[in-house]
């Protein structure tokens, strides 16, 4: 049985940082692609950072780009994402999903067939 199990949200200040931690178990997260969603309150879905492990292209939405920063840790089959300089903005809940059905990276959320059920983040300003 695979479970992706999230961890390391919480409230913060604007400006804050945050460190979320996604494991792996039952699957090997370093397979093909792992990235990182988010929801706020009455919003969609959107992905917010990949990593293609086949060759190590990452992806960042323009929204976070330079204040977020996908890693692996392949040894203990987690992923993170640490973010810094958060905004009241990047309030919403933060998933992890991986193994998409074509095998690459996408951001469409519906091609990905394993999820965590998800890490509050909250930034107040």
């Known amino acids: 049985q695979v479970q992706l199990m999230e961890s390391g949200g919480g409230s913060v200040q604007a400006g804050g940082s945050l460190r979320l931690s996604c494991v792996g178990a039952g699957y090997t997260l370093s397979s093909n692609c792992m990235a990182w969603f988010r929801q706020a309150p009455g919003e969609a879905r959107e992905v917010v950072a990949s990593?293609?492990?086949?060759?190590?292209?990452?992806y960042y939405d323009d929204s976070v780009k330079g204040r977020f920063t996908i890693a692996q840790d392949n040894a203990k089959n987690t992923v993170y994402l640490q973010m810094n300089s958060l905004k009241p903005e990047d309030t919403a809940v933060y998933y992890c999903?991986?193994?998409?059905?074509?095998?690459?990276?996408?951001?469409?959320?519906?091609?990905?067939?394993?999820w965590g059920q998800g890490t509050q983040v909250a930034v107040s300003s």
């Open positions: 999903a991986a193994d998409p059905k074509y095998g690459w990276c996408t951001e469409r959320e519906i091609e990905y067939n394993y």
């Open positions: 990593i293609y492990f086949v060759d190590g292209r990452t």
